[in-house]
């Protein structure tokens, strides 16, 4: 049973347009999600994180929204680069359980010049 | 300062063998986690060790065990290889930012039983 779901396998976008990527979660005990990239042959690298007492959070050209209630949340890539094409997995935690991480299976985007 | 390492890059076994994966963390980090990623998941939780002891284990059988040395480096050892068992093997070692464990992953190893 899947507690973190990406539902799409992947997604194609312009360069200079929006990229969202969208994640669902059914555990209520998860507090604090995150959004990792990742390159072929490389491991995934954090991009930005979001916890449960907060909806939004903006770093540069990225921004996390959650809606708790609906237990969805969203990445945004604004305005999308050809580099950033890659695969990008949300995870999801509790804390206290020492950083144990809940991935979803990914989302492969593709950015066209 | 360095990053996460992982040896080796590539790994080919038989089912039955046994087979230890290596990780060096990134400076400053004493907490080392493991994941699989089989072709097409996302990383899956094996275990997690802390000061040289196991803090943590997702749904792995035994035959998955671990070591974490004074260096903070780790190990990870396979027993009784399974075709399952084929899969990118992530380590990722941890800061703790005052509310959360932010995780840093190395390259993997990808483990081919044949």
């Known amino acids: 049973d899947q507690q973190v779901k990406q539902n799409s396998p992947s997604l194609s976008v312009q360069e200079g347009r929006i990229s969202i990527l969208n994640c669902d979660y059914t555990?209520?005990?998860?507090?604090?999600f995150l959004w990792y990239k990742k390159y072929p042959a490389e491991g995934p690298t954090f991009l930005i994180s979001i916890s449960s007492i907060k909806d939004k959070n903006e770093d540069g050209r990225f921004t996390v929204f959650l809606n708790k209630s609906a237990k969805h949340l969203s990445l945004h890539i604004v305005p999308s680069q050809p580099g950033d094409s890659a695969v990008y997995f949300c995870a999801a935690s509790v804390t206290g359980s020492q950083g144990n991480l809940i991935f979803g299976k990914g989302t492969k985007l593709s950015v066209k010049p | 300062e360095t990053g996460v390492t992982q040896s080796p890059t590539h790994l080919i076994k038989t089912r039955g063998q046994q087979v230890t994966l290596r990780c060096s963390s990134q400076?400053?980090?004493?907490?080392v986690s493991w994941y699989q990623q089989a072709l097409g998941q996302g990383p899956q939780f094996i275990f997690q060790y802390y000061r040289e002891e196991e803090n943590g284990r997702g749904n792995f059988p035994p035959r998955f065990s671990g070591l974490q040395f004074p260096n903070y480096s780790s190990e990870l050892n396979v027993n009784a290889l399974e075709l399952d068992d084929s899969a990118l093997y992530l380590c990722a070692s941890s800061s703790f930012t005052g509310t959360f464990y932010e995780q840093y992953f190395g390259p993997g190893t990808r483990l081919t039983v044949t």
């Open positions: 400076s400053g980090h004493n907490t």
């Open positions: 555990n209520s005990m998860f507090d604090y």
